[in-house]
T-cell receptor, first 117, second 110 residues
Framework: GAVVSQHPSWVICKSGTSVKIECRSLDFQATTMFWYRQFPKQSLMLMATSNEGSKATYEQGVEKDKFLINHASLTLSTLTVTSAHPEDSSFYIC?????????????FGPGTRLTVL | GQQLNQSPQSMFIQEGEDVSMNCTSSSIFNTWLWYKQDPGEGPVLLIALYKAGELTSNGRLTAQFGITRKDSFLNISASIPSDVGIYFCAGTNSGYALNFGKGTSLLVTP
């Protein structure tokens, strides 16, 4: 149980284009989903927290107009990187917590490698 | 959130040896979690701790939630090559995001 999937697993795009990443909880309802980015050999950095049906809460320094988050259902959240630039290249990971395990426990997706040319 | 103090930063050991790593925080947490991350993958939950003093095992892994609620440790017994990876501790309180340690990189030689 507690499986989280992400799609795509990797994406290469041109500078200026937008990219959408999906995060799904496959066997439980995710009341809260989190989006992280991770640079090589570093820990995960929280970008935003989203609760189903409400606006996401962004961490300081994360542009909400650039990283659009939608959590429209209890099993799906999307992150759209708008007008992507090379500095947005990173490993993006989502996590979900909800009806599987304790509410504090987060289960992570496999990550999406974004490369912006 | 705060970055937790996780040590050691890296370990290079021989197969069969035991491993110990720990994590400390300046603030109290209600939950401690230990994850393992392989290259290019998302973190996988190893052990979750919900009560101060709790000692929990998962196969060769054992983790404890410190009495002060400001620390936790993870032990791996009889390490094997597939234990290689980066181990992260994380502390959290109900409804809040995880606070991560910087990770412990574990290398195991056959």
């Amino acid at each position: 149980g507690a499986v989280v999937s992400q799609h795509p697993s990797w994406v290469i795009c041109k500078s200026g284009t937008s990219v959408k990443i999906e995060c799904r909880s496959l066997d439980f309802q995710a009341t809260t989903m989190f989006w992280y980015r991770q640079f090589p050999k570093q820990s995960l950095m929280l970008m935003a927290t989203s609760n189903e049906g409400s606006k996401a809460t962004y961490e300081q320094g994360v542009e909400k107009d650039k990283f659009l988050i939608n959590h429209a259902s209890l099993t799906l959240s999307t992150l759209t990187v708008t007008s992507a630039h090379p500095e947005d290249s990173s490993f993006y990971i989502c996590s979900a917590s909800g009806t599987s395990g304790a509410l504090d426990t987060q289960y992570f997706g496999p990550g999406t490698r974004l490369t912006v040319l | 959130g705060q970055q937790l103090n996780q040590s050691p930063q890296s370990m290079f050991i021989q197969e069969g040896e035991d491993v110990s790593m720990n994590c400390t925080s300046s603030s109290i947490f209600n939950t401690w979690l230990w994850y393992k991350q392989d290259p290019g993958e998302g973190p996988v939950l190893l052990i979750a701790l919900y009560k101060a003093g709790e000692l929990t095992s998962n196969g060769r892994l054992t983790a404890q939630f410190g009495i002060t609620r400001k620390d936790s440790f993870l032990n791996i017994s009889a390490s094997i090559p597939s234990d290689v990876g980066i181990y992260f501790c994380a502390g959290t309180n109900s409804g809040y995001a995880l606070n991560f340690g910087k990770g412990t990189s574990l290398l195991v030689t056959p």
